[in-house]
């Protein structure tokens, strides 16, 4: 089997995405996952200008888009079983449009409580539930639940809370992550530093709590990995790097797998620049783990994840000229996109031909931009320890 460093290093952009009126930032991408779309495949794109963009994946031609006005978006998920797309909203709602319709207007909105203000959100592997995390308001920075499935008794579009989830965090809920293949479990990190894991079969708040870890910074990306999906992962805005073993909660062996308080200091990245994180990316049929990072140029890098530290393996260039944000891995062609602050989708392919392409110029995007997107800070990020 070739290794996963070589079909990297092989990548060579197919396609990049066509021009729109108004250039945007691409904040985070997620490609359609039903059978259907294997034929059709969809691609939506969370923009800098309050929209989600659906693109055809071949093509990369933009199909249509979705407004959350007057709120901002944060994230975009599309659903297990159909060609869904959900994000969720300051203006205190998880919204969902179906991706092949032309219509702006959500099929379904899922409500919060009054002050709710949603700034993260995951839908379950079985697209049962989805979980949203809330900013912090007063006191209270919650997770809240809603059944989404589609009931056809009921045909109403508006759906209400099935409960919250209120003690186990102190501040901003920034991220939220069901594992991939049980629809029970779920992790949460906050700008509190803290990282929870949830079995939300558990009657009440407090059995559900399956172990909390402390990245000691806020948390920017969370996720799973290992075997069976029983290992997580963080980032933090401050560029650090957690990795832990649910595993070993039941035993005498530590959970922390590797901690690192800023990936930029220790991560040695051959004839290049290592500026911030972007994701992870576990390889199921290896086994393995790595981390995606990148250089403010456009350069995107890949690191493989050890007990011993991150390893560089190889970088992309050529492609982006401004901050890489947020990228798609497709385990079964080895094909990679990629989305980024110079406004352009480019999607890669091992060994294609390389096409000649003239790379876009960054971008300035009006200032109202930087009041939502993730700043990636030279300076460390003030630590908040559990108390």
Known sequence: MEKIEEQFANLNIVKRSSGTQEPTYLLGIDTSKTVQAEKESLVAALCSNESIRIYDKERLNVLREFSGYPGLLHGVKFAHSRDCVYSSCTDGTVKCWDARLASDKPVQLFKGYPSNIFISFDVSCNDHVICAGTEKVEDDALLVFWDARINSQDLSTTKDPLGTYSETHSDDVTQVCFHPSNPNMVVSGSTDGLVNVFDISADNEEDAL??????????????????????????????????????????????????????????????????????????????????????????????????????????????????????????????????????????????????????????????????????????????????
């Not at 140029?297 to 390893?311: F, P």
Request: a positive charge; aromatic letters at 8%.
């Open 210 to 387: 399956v172990t909390t870890c402390n990245s000691v910074s806020s948390v920017s990306c969370i996720g799973w990995s290992g075997k069976d999906y029983k290992q997580i992962y963080c980032m933090t805005h401050d560029e650090g790097f957690c990795w832990w073993d649910l595993n070993h909660l039941d035993t005498d062996e530590p959970i922390t797998r590797l901690n690192i308080q800023d990936v930029r200091e220790v991560v040695n990245v051959k004839g290049g620049i290592l500026d911030y994180l972007i994701g992870g990316l576990y390889h199921e049929k290896m086994d393995k783990l790595f981390v995606v990072g990148g250089a403010n140029t456009g350069m995107i890098h890949l690191m493989s994840c050890t007990t011993s530290g991150l390893i560089h393996v190889t970088s992309l260039q050529g492609g982006h000229a401004a901050t890489v944000r947020s990228f798609c891995w497709n385990m079964q062609d080895n094909s990679l996109l990629t989305g980024g602050e110079d406004a352009q989708l480019l999607f890669w392919k091992p060994g294609a031909i390389e096409k000649t392409f003239t790379k876009k110029d960054s971008m300035k995007i009006a200032s109202s931009v930087y009041q939502r997107v993730r700043v990636h800070s030279s300076d460390s990020y003030k630590r908040r320890k559990k108390q």
